[in-house]
């Protein structure tokens, strides 16, 4: 378990990706101590101790090559460096160079039995192991199978012109795709492997920036919403007072212990806000709506009713009631609106119509900009709604939203 000061060790202060390419990373550098095991100290029991020192330390230096090239390739394969390719001409050299001579050995030596079997086993080893490495150092599909099909048809040619029966050339090729084949597999597999932990790590930052990006968002459109019309009210009934107090008239008083109130309304609505608890409610704003414009002097008739909609919808019709209540009293000059609530054909369909459109200015605001139409387009996709905004018969300015209820044709509230 991970502590706070980074005591949870090396390994453990490693992200994930990070540890999947150290195992990968080591992997590779255990294939050099698979070479040397394999390859390199069998010698010692098949040939002379003299003959079987030196060919162990060539096998040795080509592991010890192959290691540094993997190193190196992955560094490239990660984007952290360029491609080694002076390593990759290197031991692509020392892989060719390795097995011709132990080739030349076999026809050419001292002959016997175990021999043959030694210089065999280095030719396919070294091959093998060679161009697994290899294969890091080049990118697609395409490239990883020449290398290894260079590796194979060149194997069966130098033995084939070296004067090497052909079944043996062949059992030999087939000993060298197998080895190099599989290796090189290996390679890409493990390189695919790392490049998709990483992708994923990076698609999981993405996301979580994108949650955090998507909760600004909602914070300032709810808190648009929320503040909008409460302001506006303040604001209104404000300047009432001042024109009453102006006038010696008590209802001065009056005026300001509802702003009062609104505004410790306002301080709890942006409370719940904050936590992500709000949640609309379309009765109590269609309620609040009828109240709030028959203070600024606007006629307000309600029709329909809101009871039985379910939760999502009535939240996301009651953000529209909200928004577009705000927009009455912020644009134009209305002094009637009409809010219909009905269902039909399985959808509800929230109908806000005031007479206070501006020539030019839409009256309830930018039937295609502004913030809250915006932000309420936002919630009605939401649940699968749609919302439509403009002025309609020059001075009337109408909000549509339409929510489609899911199963059920009359549920909720009924035809004005």
Known sequence: MRTPGGSGGWWGRKSTPGKVETYTRWSF????????????????AQVRSGLAGWMTAVVVVHALLCSATASRALD???????????????????????????????????????????????????????????????????????VVAGAVGGALVVQLSLGVAAPAALGTAA?????????????????????????????????ARLAVAEERLRFGRDLHDVMGRNLSVIALKSEL???????????????????QRIARESQREVRDVVRGYREADLRLELAGA??????????????????????EVQSALGWVVREATTNVLRHGDAGQCVVGVRVEEGRV???VENDGAKVGEGGGGDSKGGA????????????????????????????????PLAGAAGTGGSAP
Do not use: N
Not at 29 to 44: I, K
Not at 99 to 124: I, M, N
Not at 374 to 402: C, I, N, P, Q, S
């Open 372 to 403: 809250g139409l915006v932000g309420l387009r936002e919630r009605l996709t939401a649940v699968g709604g749609k919302l439509e905004a403009g002025a309609v018969d020059g001075d009337r300015f109408r909000v549509v939203a339409t929510v």
């Open 175 to 207: 000993a060298v795709l197998f080895s190099a084949g599989g290796l090189a597999f290996t390679a890409a597999f493990s390189v695919w492997l790392l490049d998709a932990v990483y992708e994923l790590d990076e698609a999981r930052e993405t996301r």
């Open 349 to 351: 369909v929230l109908t």
């Open 290 to 311: 009828q109240g709030v414009l028959a203070a600024a002097g606007i006629d307000c008739e309600v029709t329909g009713d809101a009871a039985g909609l379910p939760v």
């Open 29 to 44: 550098h255990l294939f050099a101590v698979v070479e040397v095991a394999a390859v390199g100290l069998p010698l010692f």
């Open 76 to 146: 490239w394969t990660r984007d952290r460096r360029a491609q080694p390719v002076r390593l990759l001409w290197a031991l692509g050299a020392l892989t060719v160079l390795i097995p011709v001579a132990a080739l030349v050995l076999q026809e050419w030596g001292p002959g016997g039995d175990d021999l043959r079997t030694a210089t065999s086993t280095v030719f396919v080893g070294v091959l093998g192991f060679g161009v697994g490495t290899l294969t890091l150092g080049v990118r697609g599909r395409p490239h990883v199978l020449a």
């Open 241 to 259: 007072a001042v024109q009453l107090a102006r006038r010696g008239r008590a209802e001065a008083v009056e005026q300001m212990i509802e702003v």
